[in-house]
């Protein structure tokens, strides 16, 4: 956790790093980022959202508790040494029942953030900004900052009960929300100094009167929109000057700031991030952007190698899971059906993602790997298919090594973003 609290006197000494934030539960990704915090000796932050975990399981069916043994069993297979695991919570509030009045829907958000807490979860993000039913879409600060004060209430007693370390928060929240947008964006302005003020300000002073100054000193960062964000097929760039009157607070504070949506920006849009003091750095649909990917060019090459396999088995079983269930992507996916079609599964948002622990997707997914493992794939086939992967032809293949090396490869920009001054080190 020293990581996280360093963020801050680093940066206000010049000496500004920063740390990604991988927020994913598929299991290959989750892997490919503890393997590189093994290989490297460095800490690795993972990440699970409430509506992907929380206390009645999220759409992946795993409670805070489970999925941090789904975690620390992967740490425990790569060697990760003790100490550079962190778990983190993202969007803790009311926003997986906001359809509910706002104190039933606290209630659970109150449920979700002890089980976060008791589960070991040391950085937690407190966002109770969004209305629930009767109420505006956004809420004011005070508001907010009550609620959120309610959640951080909780969490410290049940982190105390459970004997673990107090957690760390961090405060605010970004627009749009998060995910990805489901329009084309053109510009997306920066937040305001002005709020981020407010923003902090308020907070203090709301969990100073609940008797939470304790809870308030190991705040260490604010969510904020520093101008970056992806639609479903255009990448709104990190633009510093547009961003330096925001980034000038944090010479006021002592805190950094955490950037959602960075997918996509690549290592120079990234470090300047890190430079200006985004410290933190999301990312997720990129890394299962990248899975898909390299899921889909081993399906393409299990069809052109192999008779008996079939024309993209793959691809169709995930075809057929999303249009049975439509429900996680029809709402952000517009357009005619040709359209639909193409966004469901090449989509920057990749809500893809909410459907590879179907049986349906698993079972075809297993099909693939078992159709290839140990195979010789022709250096020609890869390069047609997954040319950056050329490295894994003419040998037995390890099926699940590449998919681990073309996430790695995304997590590898982080990497070079957060750490500037460090040599890059090697692929995975």
Request: with cysteine.
């Amino acid at each position: 956790m020293r990581i996280l609290t360093a963020l801050a006197p680093a940066h206000r000494q010049g000496k500004a790093f920063g740390i990604p934030s991988v927020c994913s539960a598929h299991p290959v990704v989750l892997r490919a980022a503890i393997r590189r915090a093994a290989l490297h000796n460095s800490p690795v932050l993972i990440e699970a959202t409430c509506n992907q975990v929380n206390h009645l399981g999220g759409y992946t069916g795993l409670d805070p508790a489970a999925f941090a043994a789904l975690v620390q069993r992967i740490a425990a297979e790569e060697a990760l040494p003790d100490g550079l695991l962190i778990l983190g919570g993202d969007h803790l509030g009311p926003n997986p029942w906001r359809h509910l009045p706002a104190e039933q829907a606290m209630v659970q958000a109150r449920a979700m953030i002890c089980a976060y807490a008791a589960a070991g979860f040391g950085k937690l993000h407190l966002d109770a900004s969004m209305g629930c039913a009767g109420e505006a879409e956004a809420l004011d600060d005070t508001l907010t900052a009550t609620r959120a004060a309610s959640l951080a209430a909780v969490a410290e007693e049940a982190a105390r009960v459970a004997g673990h370390p107090p957690p760390v928060y961090i405060i605010g929240t970004e627009v749009p929300a998060p995910g990805g947008a489901d329009h084309v964006l053109s510009q997306v302005p920066p937040t305001s100094p002005t709020a981020a003020r407010q923003t902090l300000a308020v907070h203090r002073e709301i969990f100073a009167k609940a008797g939470l100054e304790a809870a308030f000193a190991r705040v260490i960062g604010l969510v904020v929109q520093p101008g970056v964000e992806f639609g479903n097929a255009n990448v709104i760039g990190y633009d510093p000057p547009q961003a330096q009157s925001l980034a000038a607070v944090l010479r006021e504070t002592p805190f950094v700031f955490e950037a959602h949506s960075t997918d996509y920006q690549g290592t120079g849009a990234l470090r300047a991030l890190v430079i200006d003091g985004f410290s933190i750095l999301k990312v997720g649909p990129e890394l299962t952007f990248a899975l898909r990917k390299a899921l889909y060019g081993l399906d393409l090459v299990a069809s052109d190698m192999l008779s008996a396999y079939g024309h993209r088995p793959l691809k169709a079983a995930m075809e057929t899971v999303m249009l049975a269930h439509p429900a996680d992507w029809q709402r952000h996916y517009p357009g005619a059906a040709d359209a639909q079609a193409v966004l469901r599964h090449y989509s920057y948002s990749d809500r893809i993602r909410y459907y590879w622990n179907r049986p349906e997707a698993m079972q075809a997914t297993a099909r693939l790997m078992q159709a290839l493992q140990g195979q010789t794939l022709p250096v020609t086939l890869l390069r047609q298919h997954l040319p950056a992967l050329t490295r894994f032809a003419d040998t037995p293949l390890d099926p699940e090594a590449l998919l681990i090396a073309a996430v790695d490869a995304v997590l590898n920009t982080y990497h070079m973003a957060c750490h500037p001054s460090q040599p890059t080190p090697p692929p995975v």
